[in-house]
């Protein structure tokens, strides 16, 4: 099954805005989103410019760091608000590009957490989607420092206030341009989740094809997504977090719904298809 775009709804003022439009996942996923007709406009929050000229982009230059100090309410968090209904992460690190684990904690989950509160416009709140481009194993209760991040991140996503919230959890990112880095182990693992991927849907995704299936998740929304067999629940230990905090809330507490679905790397490819 593959899902086809939607056409059939005017989408002149629709805005998108992406967070790491400049890593592996995120250059094609510009290139989705620019080319969708989905979006009228598409506002690329960045650390340095990207270096992509089109009529559609509006790049934003921001600290990271800053926006951390100064929370939600400060002036780099203005930056943010830019009306976008649909907001795609694909920010992250490993722990040897960002040389701690303090330092790829506070990029791979503070940056991005940061970055989605300030870009929540609750006024539009009903028509509000984050899209995060998360990873397979992720749960805050990991034992490891890279998916105990990844859950942490999604449950803090999913507390922030949009309506909808998508955890896209690709597996070894196929065709990925990492700026012409790329470690002999990762060489070696592409090599065994290429042939593996002859035996399982579960191993590997094309970065062009995950863009695509982000944006037209975006396109059907959770119910839509759901009504075509597409997605998952979260696992029962999913917990939601103040994401001003990252502290673990009740949910029982909450008064704001929040429709939450999980994309795998077999419902990804499923997706796209023939798309």
């Known amino acids: 099954m593959s899902v086809q775009p939607d056409t059939s709804a005017s989408s002149s003022s629709m805005n998108a805005a992406i967070l790491g439009a400049t890593g592996a996942v995120g250059k094609p996923l510009l290139q989705v989103l620019l080319e969708s007709p989905r979006y009228a406009a598409v506002h690329a929050f960045l650390r340095r410019p990207s270096g992509v000229q089109h ?88 034992s490891f420092l890279y998916p105990q991040s990844k859950g ?39 090599f065994f989740t290429r042939h593996a991927s002859r035996f399982s849907d579960s191993m590997e995704i094309d970065t062009t094809r995950l863009a695509r299936a982000m944006v037209l998740a975006a396109e059907r929304g959770v119910a839509g997504l759901k009504a075509e067999g597409l997605g998952g629940e979260v696992h029962a230990s999913f917990k939601y977090r103040n994401p001003a905090t990252l502290q673990a809330e009740d949910a029982s507490k909450r008064d704001q719904p929040v429709d939450t679905i999980v994309l795998d790397n077999a419902t990804l490819l499923r997706m796209t298809k023939s798309a």
């Open 55 to 142: 009529a559609k982009l509006h790049e934003h230059i921001v600290d990271f760091d800053v926006l951390l100090e100064q929370g939600a309410e400060g002036e780099e968090a203005r930056k943010f608000h830019v009306g976008a209904q649909d907001v795609y992460i694909t920010l992250g690190t490993t722990r040897a590009q960002a040389g701690s684990a303090a330092a790829f904690t506070k990029i791979d989950r503070d940056y991005v957490v940061a970055g989605a509160r300030a870009a929540f416009d609750a006024s539009k709140r009903e028509q509000s989607r984050v899209l995060y481009c998360s990873a397979q194993l992720a749960s805050s209760s990991a």
């Open 152 to 190: 942490e991140t999604e449950e803090a996503l999913a507390s922030i206030g949009y309506r909808e919230a998508f955890l896209c959890r690709p597996g070894f990112l196929a065709n990925a341009d990492r700026g012409g880095k790329k470690r002999p182990i990762e060489t070696a693992y592409g």
